[in-house]
């Protein structure tokens, strides 16, 4: 077998490296958090409360035997984004991969969302997931490598009745993404998003027993059900391995079928 074709299962194994993951605590972003350092990477889980993101680095050091720190932090804030990746840096030496998740979704009808709710969605979902990529690419440079993820959704690609702050947000994501990757491809830094489905988050519990969320989320959905968080990990893993490094501007969709209606 030639040199140049490793064994498969070799590709994603991430050992030594480094991850910041924003929106890390909770959700989405600590499953992937959990599945990155299965795997064998050191994580820097970066949310707001110091006390759920500490909690969270504590039982990932422990489960999976790796460095996992916390770092609390508005990644709307130029100068704490900054401060984020020059703490992982110093923690770990390195940054290799950051996953954008942290994200907020406001619903309504457009006569009544207001002007602050869609700035607000905005300012958390497309400024913090720019100013966090913006914070990492300095280090990615040097080092010769890189893997940035981020955060898009279903709803960047495709319609929903109101969403339209969430949807003009993971939108811009989307093309921020393309735009990003063209960008970094010279320097060996890959940069794609995950476009996750309905997956049962905080963020969508409130519709999970409405007739919106029975009949045109998990309704739509070729397997009929919320994706479970663990169902990310494999997406994560992927991008943020060498097994991803012919993937660049992708969006990589994990919706159970939903788009494909």
């Known amino acids: 077998m030639s040199k140049e074709i490793l064994p498969g299962i070799k590709q994603f194994d991430l050992s030594g490296r480094a991850a910041i993951i924003t929106g890390g605590s909770k959700g989405l972003g600590l499953a992937m958090a959990a599945g990155l ?4 990477a050191n994580v820097m889980l970066v949310n707001r409360n110091a006390e759920e993101g500490a909690k969270a680095a504590e039982e990932l050091s422990r ?11 508005d990644i709307t804030d130029q100068s704490q984004t900054e401060a984020m990746a020059k703490a992982a840096f110093d923690a770990f030496g390195r940054i290799d991969i950051l996953i954008n998740s942290a994200g ?5 009808p457009i006569d009544e969302v207001t002007l602050e709710d869609f700035n607000k969605v905005m300012n958390a979902n497309v400024t913090g997931t720019w100013l966090c990529c913006r914070a990492v690419t300095p280090f990615m440079k040097q080092a010769g490598r890189g893997s940035i993820i981020n955060l898009a959704s279903t709803l960047g690609l495709v319609g929903l009745a109101n ?9 811009a994501v989307v093309q921020m993404t393309r735009g990003l990757a063209l960008e970094l ?9 995950i476009c996750p489905g ?3 988050t905080d963020m969508n519990v409130p519709i999970a027993d409405t007739e919106e969320g029975k009949k045109f989320v998990v309704g739509a959905t070729a397997l009929g059900r919320w994706g479970e968080l663990r169902e990310i990990q494999g997406a994560a893993i992927f991008l943020a391995s060498d097994a991803a490094t012919y993937l660049v501007g992708s969006m990589l969709t994990v919706d159970g079928g939903w788009t494909a209606r």
Do not use: C, W
Not at 63 to 73: E, L, P, Q, T, W
Not at 163 to 171: A, L, Q, V
Not at 186 to 191: C, E, G, S, Y
């Open 37 to 40: 350092a299965s795997a064998g």
């Open 63 to 73: 489960d999976f035997g790796v460095k996992a720190i916390a770092f609390s932090a």
């Open 104 to 108: 907020i979704n406001i619903r309504g």
């Open 163 to 171: 969403r339209t702050p969430y949807t003009s947000s993971k939108g």
């Open 185 to 193: 491809a010279p320097f060996n830094i890959n940069v794609n998003a």
């Open 198 to 200: 309905p997956f049962l």
